[in-house]
């Protein structure tokens, strides 16, 4: 176990038609290869991370409720992982290599003990699926990069509501962070 697949933010409210937030079909199709990828990395005894943004409802402090509508709030079905990732995610929850990881900002860095976990397993290399590539994906991305990880964006596995921010996300990660951006 030397690599971490971080999958952030793949739930109903940010890919679903119906979802408060939603990228739409740009998440939507972005599901097989999700779901291929995590398999991979699961069957591989890599460390897989579900890291997903948590709402109170009514958090007049968190700085998000000025920006958007409320979203992924704590036990609602938005905030469930959407489609055939969350069957998945059930199916393997209880294995060693199987992490959820609750966060409250868009790095999944931020205010979480994912350095740690990363760390003590000796993780550098890490990979990130999810939504949206301008945001979460984006701010995730700065802070491994901050923090010295190898970085691997898999093009087939982010989308985001913004196409513009989408593509300077994706030109972003390979030529400001280094990252490789795999197909
Ligand atoms: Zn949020």
Not at 3 to 12: C, Q
Not at 41 to 70: G, W, Y
Not at 100 to 113: I, W
């Amino acid at each position: 176990m030397n690599r971490a697949l971080i999958n952030i933010d793949y739930t109903n409210d940010f890919v679903h038609s119906d979802g408060k937030l939603t990228c739409g079909e740009a998440g939507q199709v972005l599901e097989n290869d999700i779901l291929n990828i995590t398999k991979e990395f699961h069957d591989n005894d890599d460390f897989v991370v579900f890291a997903i943004d948590l709402h109170e409802p009514h958090d007049n402090f968190h700085p998000e409720s000025k920006l958007f509508p409320t979203h992924n709030v704590k036990d609602t079905w938005g905030r469930e992982l959407y489609g055939s990732i969350e069957d998945y995610y059930q199916k393997i929850k209880d294995d060693d290599n199987v992490y959820y990881l609750d966060k409250t900002r868009y790095s999944a860095f931020a205010g979480t003990n994912l350095l740690i976990k990363l760390r003590e397993r000796n993780i550098n290399e890490i990979h990130l699926v999810g939504v949206c590539t301008d945001i979460c994906i984006l701010h995730t991305a700065i802070d491994a990069y901050n923090l010295g990880f190898d970085i691997y964006v898999h093009k087939n596995g982010v989308a985001s509501f913004d196409d513009i921010g989408h593509k300077f996300a994706l030109n972003h990660f390979k030529n400001t962070l280094g990252a490789n951006v795999v197909d």
